[in-house]
């Protein structure tokens, strides 16, 4: 019985391994700021509640699992060189979004002009701690 709760909860781990961004909400299960790096469940976002309260699946399928959107091709010029193997995928389009210099990072300058970002948060999504996000610490589908 043991062994059988043991695999069951490696199953449950691996499933909600994936990540990708989900819509703003308030209890999203562990998103950054930028509501990206969710925890998600077979390709759906997980939400909660209440701060305490235990994580559900919801209806809303990850960005990376929708029908692909057109390009802007704003992004494309910008994007082409440094990532031009991400385009098309809607975390890099939100990701274009935040970018408000189009130099292919977010620095806390433009971080702090769309939301409202402490420095701790902003170093918690910079993992390199070189003063930028790049797209793979936004989002992990964009390695």
């Known amino acids: 019985m043991k062994l059988l709760i043991f695999i069951l909860a490696i199953v449950t781990c691996l499933q ?15 998103c950054n700021f930028f509501n990206c790096n969710c925890d998600t469940s077979n390709g759906y976002c997980m939400f909660k509640d209440c701060p305490l309260c235990t994580c ?4 809303e399928v990850c960005a990376t699992k929708r029908r692909k959107r ?3 091709t704003r992004l494309t010029e910008d ?3 440094k990532y031009g193997h991400l385009i098309g995928l809607p975390e890099l ?6 970018d408000t210099d ?16 402490t420095l ?10 070189d003063g930028f996000i790049q797209p793979a610490e936004f989002d992990s589908s964009l390695e």
């Open 120 to 129: 701790d948060a902003f170093n918690e999504v910079d993992t390199d701690m």
């Open 70 to 72: 057109s390009v802007d």
């Open 93 to 98: 389009n939100l990701f274009y979004t935040f």
């Open 56 to 59: 559900v699946l919801v209806e």
């Open 102 to 117: 189009k130099d292919g990072f977010i620095n806390i300058r433009e971080a702090r002009a769309s939301l409202n970002v």
């Open 16 to 30: 909600l391994a994936n990540s990708c961004c989900c819509s703003i909400g308030l209890f999203n299960c562990g």
């Open 79 to 81: 994007y082409k060189e």
